[in-house]
């Protein structure tokens, strides 16, 4: 099977008239779709991790409109980013697929989820927090000192994604060093790209607690996992996320920041394709007309 | 030092014209006051937890008003029995606890917390659940059969407090045994105190979404903790409270379900204790006038 590292860029262009950026990898019927956190590109998803879900599943992973490789204007709210997802699901013409939302990323899958149920099946949410919680509007001091310049830099992604151990940092240099070393790079998200997402991301942290409720309306089973000690969107979020989606579960990845499921990509891999088989295997018993297994 | 199995019960008279039924034990200066479950009296604390909490410092346990041996009717509302908690201890002159909620009396527990946040240093909830949590309003019709018909039995108590794994059934019956071999039994809780306990489970569990925002005011060190398959309070509770809560902790023990504290009392009261530890120097420190750990 081809590497993530040299898996090919396309492009399809979407009813909304974007033209999509995209990689796919990977065999099966219905897709995991990935969803990029905060200024990441195609690059960004690390391969080892994205070798590992591919290795039994399709995946699919693209550049939302206006970020990287995609055109047209990145928009400034997570609902618009989801209209864009669906967009270019329609264009893919996918019917039903899993998702994967990374950091805004997961904002995205929570509103995919909410806007067009069907579309759905499972949702893993990474590094993620609901609208409305309090605490979420707008990262920490340190973080967007970190992430947000304008020229980021390793040093910066390193405090955010990593823990200040010293295996956790061995583990963001040898991601950084995976991400960089692709002979066709995607091209780099802009200054506008970082700024429409930022304010997509204060709007979603406006505090408003009757939000959370939003919740209890994704039926889907939900997989919440983070690192332990998280600076951007802190561990207790998964919490949250867990005791108000019906049927969720949750893991803390330890010694682990933002960037939890590249460090610990092996065993983030393995926990993603139990949930998503047993997942899979719960909806066609249900949906088998005898209730046999299907 | 004196087992639990042989601690004697003492009364003492509060203002509010309650005689109360207590036990204590161990030493230290701010006590751990432990809140019992539905239908629980004074002998429904499993001896070997109590005194492995009780090695480390000050245990204050106690029948409610109108529970076991207390004198007065049960209140039907969590709110009631939180004031008649604070009226027992007034009359026992402590000015500052720990408490320990099991159940309902982790209800109690946070009640407590929101009506006199200053009595409070750090909080244990065990096999808990926020006020108006949806999906609450009342235990489910097996677990209710189970624990709620007029005369107790052994069955229904190990087909909630315990998994049904062969491990987790064997330490239910050890539990038991150890509960009933009592010397001096304190006085079985009545029919009357079954009803009004379970009315205030009733509106505890009225679902009212804006009611969970109150968490945010318990500014306590909170450990949530559960079984991992409690079919009385689901474990997503925990996760909701530990995501509420600003500074809480959340663990789920193995094969365990709403007795996971007795199941696993080595390995919660060593949590316990550490997690109290940890929550009383920090609060030491925070409190020694020249920053340094008193």
């Not at 707008?138 to 973080?143: D, F, I, Q, T």
């Not at 295996?167 to 066709?184: E, H, N, P, V, W």
């Not at 994704?218 to 919440?224: D, S, W």
């Not at 949930?275 to 046999?292: E, H, M, V, W």
């Amino acid at each position: 099977m081809t590497s993530y590292a040299e898996c090919p860029t396309k492009t399809v262009g979407a009813a909304n008239g974007a033209e999509y950026a995209y990689r796919e990898l990977g065999d099966g019927t219905v897709p995991l779709v990935l969803l990029q956190h905060f200024r990441g590109n195609l690059d960004y998803w690390d391969p080892p991790l994205i070798d590992a879900l591919a290795a039994r599943r399709r995946l699919v992973l693209f550049d939302n409109t206006g970020v990287g490789g995609s055109s047209g204007t990145t928009p400034s709210t997570i609902a618009q980013m989801a209209h864009d997802a669906i967009a270019f699901l329609d264009a893919m013409g996918v019917e039903e697929v899993d998702l994967l939302g990374f950091s805004i990323g997961s904002f995205v899958a929570q509103e995919i989820a909410l806007i067009r149920p069907a579309l759905v099946r499972a949702i893993v949410l990474a590094s993620a927090a609901p609208k409305g919680a309090a605490g979420m509007h707008g990262w920490a001091p340190e973080v967007i000192d970190a992430v947000g310049k304008r020229e980021p830099d390793p040093n910066g992604y390193l405090r955010v994604f990593f823990s200040p151990s010293e295996a956790s940092q061995r583990a963001g240099l040898a991601t950084l060093q995976r991400i960089f070393s692709r002979a066709d790079p995607d091209v780099p998200t802009s200054w506008e790209t970082r700024q429409h997402q930022y304010d997509a991301v204060l709007e979603w942290g406006e505090p408003n607690h009757a939000l959370l409720q939003r919740l209890s309306a994704i039926t889907q089973p939900v997989f919440v996992a983070n690192g332990d000690s998280d600076p951007m969107i802190l561990p207790r979020y998964s919490y949250l996320l867990a005791g108000l989606i019906p049927n969720a579960s949750v893991k803390l990845y330890p010694d682990a920041a933002h960037g939890f499921l590249f460090q610990h990509h092996e065993e983030f891999a393995a926990d993603v394709e139990a949930f998503l088989g047993k997942s899979s295997s719960t909806r066609d018993q249900i949906n088998a007309p005898d209730g046999r297994s299907a």
